[in-house]
Each structure stands twice: as structure tokens, then as C-alpha cells.
């Protein structure tokens, strides 16, 4: 049974490649599979950045700006964590007692319910 599951994915994903308008239906079709996941990741990746901003703040004693989040982000990270799983950089924001890091979500909305965001209080 299992050999079978396997041999059917594989097959999807061969025709996925070999006819190019299959493409889009096999993302829809997976998509409701994939989409815990990639909500997970996000929640991991965003657990992770805070834990390195929090090791940044305490090491030089500030956050990092928000208007050079991007360049502190990719200064500190390779890959794919510098993005969220839908491929939108990670969005921060820093206030005097606290930061927040916030992927837009499944929709690529700013400010809409599937946001997912982490923040943190001092002390870092």
C-alpha cells in the first residue's frame, strides 16, 4: 500500500514536470496538505529570529533598527530563513521595550487574521 502511495506521488510529480499546465492543479490540489506545514515552519522560523535578535540585543545592548532589518537579516542568516515559506522576507518592527517579527501569511496580506507574528519584552 504504502509502495503504491509512493509510486502515485512520484508519478504526479513527474507529469507535474512533463506537462506544464498539470502544474497549478497539483499545487491546489496538495496545497490544503501543505499549508499546516508551511504555517508550522513559519511559527519555527519566527521562534528562531527572535531567539537571535534577543542574543543581538543582549551581546551589544540594542536591537537592531527596523529600517536596517533587511540588511541585519540577511548579514545573519543564509537561505531560507530570511523568507517565510510563501517567499516574503520577514517583516520586524522595534520599539524601546520590545520587537515584533510578523509573516504575512498564507495571503500575503499585511494585517489580515493569518498573520503569524512572535514578539518579546524586555529584558532580552
Known amino acids: 500500500m504504502v509502495s503504491k502511495l509512493i509510486l502515485l506521488i512520484i508519478l504526479g510529480f ?8 498539470s502544474r497549478q492543479s497539483l499545487i491546489n ?10 504555517v508550522w515552519s ?6 528562531d529570529l527572535i531567539t537571535s535578535v534577543r542574543r ?9 533598527a527596523t529600517r536596517s ?5 540577511t548579514a545573519n542568516f543564509t537561505g531560507d530563513i530570511t523568507t517565510d515559506p510563501w517567499g516574503k522576507t ?13 509573516s504575512d501569511g498564507p495571503d500575503g ?8 507574528r512572535g514578539s518579546f519584552r524586555r529584558p532580552f
Open 69 to 73: 532589518w533587511n540588511a541585519w537579516l
Open 42 to 47: 513559519a511559527e519555527r522560523e519566527i521562534t
Open 14 to 21: 513527474v507529469a507535474a514536470l512533463y506537462f506544464p499546465d
Open 90 to 102: 520577514y517583516s520586524y518592527q522595534a520599539w524601546p521595550d520590545s520587537f515584533a517579527i510578523r
Open 29 to 38: 490540489t496538495a496545497m490544503p496538505v501543505l499549508e499546516p506545514v508551511y
Open 56 to 64: 543581538e540585543a543582549r551581546g551589544t545592548s540594542g536591537l537592531p
Open 109 to 116: 496580506q499585511t494585517d489580515t487574521e493569518d498573520d503569524i
